[in-house]
T-cell receptor, first 116, second 113 residues
Framework: GAGVSQSPRYKVAKRGQDVALRCDPI?????LFWYQQALGQGPEFLTY????????KSGLPSDRFFAERPEGSVSTLKIQRTQQEDSAVYLC??????????????FGPGTRLTVT | AQSVTQLDSHVSVSEGTPVLLRCNYS??????LFWYVQHPNKGLQLLLK??????LVKGINGFEAEFKKSETSFHLTKPSAHMSDAAEYFC???????????FGAGTRLFVKA
C-alpha cells in the first residue's frame, strides 16, 4: 500500500520567502509528526497532531513555523520569512495509534529545504 | 526530561563480525525505546522497539537490543554484519509524559568487505 508521501522533495527558497511543505500520511493514521533534520544530525521533533488537533507544538523553533492538519489527514508545515538556519530536511511521520505510549512511526522521504 | 546519547558517531566493522551500537537514555517516566535505520536516500525504518514487555527485543534483519534499566542503556547488536547493514542508526526515546519523540545524534555504521 501507499506509504507517507511528502512534497515537494526539494525546495530552494531565497531568504525571506515563505514556504509550504506538504505531508500525506498513510490513510487512516490518526497520529502525525513533523521533524527537522539538520545535516549530520538526528531528527528533531517539531510538532504532533492527533487527527486535526495539534497536541504538542513544543518543538517549533520560532513563531515563523506553523503547522496545520485541518481535516485530520493531509498536513502542511509553513515557514514564514525563511532564514538560512532553516535549511534542513523536514520529515513527516504517521502512526495508526493515538496513545500516550507511541508505537511505530512510518516516515516519509522528507523535503530538503535549502535557503539561499 | 528525556534525552538520548549515542556513544559512537561512527562504527566500523568487517563483514561477518559482530556489531555493537551503544545508546544511553534518560527519561522521567517508563520509556518506550526504539532503534531506526536510515539508508542513504531512503526513509527511516523501524528496526525494533521496547515497550515494557521483554527486556531483550528482537528486530528485523537479525538485530536485537537489550533494555537495561539499571544502566539506562539500550544497545543494539547483531552477531554477524552484512554489507547491506551499512547505514545510519538512530536510538529513539519517548516517554508516557507526552508525544514528544527524541532521537539520538545517530551512529554511522561502516561494513568492510
Amino acid at each position: 500500500g501507499a506509504g507517507v508521501s511528502q512534497s515537494p522533495r526539494y525546495k530552494v527558497a531565497k531568504r525571506g520567502q515563505d514556504v509550504a511543505l506538504r505531508c500525506d500520511p498513510i490513510s487512516g493514521h490518526v497520529s502525525l509528526f513533523w521533524y527537522q533534520q539538520a545535516l549530520g544530525q538526528g531528527p528533531e521533533f517539531l510538532t504532533y497532531f492527533q487527527n486535526e488537533a495539534q497536541l504538542d507544538k513544543s518543538g517549533l523553533p520560532s513563531d515563523r513555523f506553523f503547522a496545520e492538519r485541518p481535516e485530520g489527514s493531509v498536513s502542511t508545515l509553513k515557514i514564514q520569512r525563511t532564514q538560512q538556519e532553516d535549511s534542513a530536511v523536514y520529515l513527516c511521520a504517521s502512526s495508526h495509534v493515538a496513545d500516550r505510549r507511541p508505537y511505530e512511526q512510518y516516515f516519509g522521504p522528507g523535503t530538503r529545504l535549502t535557503v539561499t | 526530561a528525556q534525552s538520548v546519547t549515542q556513544l559512537d558517531s561512527h562504527v566500523s566493522v568487517s563483514e561477518g563480525t559482530p556489531v555493537l551500537l551503544r545508546c544511553n537514555y534518560s527519561s522521567s517516566y517508563s520509556p518506550s525505546l526504539f532503534w531506526y535505520v536510515q539508508h542513504p536516500n531512503k526513509g527511516l525504518q523501524l528496526l525494533l522497539k521496547y515497550t515494557s514487555a521483554a527486556t531483550l527485543v528482537k528486530g528485523i534483519n537479525g538485530f536485537e537490543a537489550e533494555f537495561k534499566k539499571s544502566e539506562t542503556s539500550f544497545h543494539l547488536t547483531k552477531p554477524s554484519a552484512h554489507m547491506s547493514d551499512a547505514a545510519e542508526y538512530f536510538c529513539v526515546v519517548s516517554d508516557g509524559g507526552g508525544f514528544k519523540t527524541i532521537f539520538g545524534a545517530g551512529t554511522r555504521l561502516f561494513v568492510k568487505a
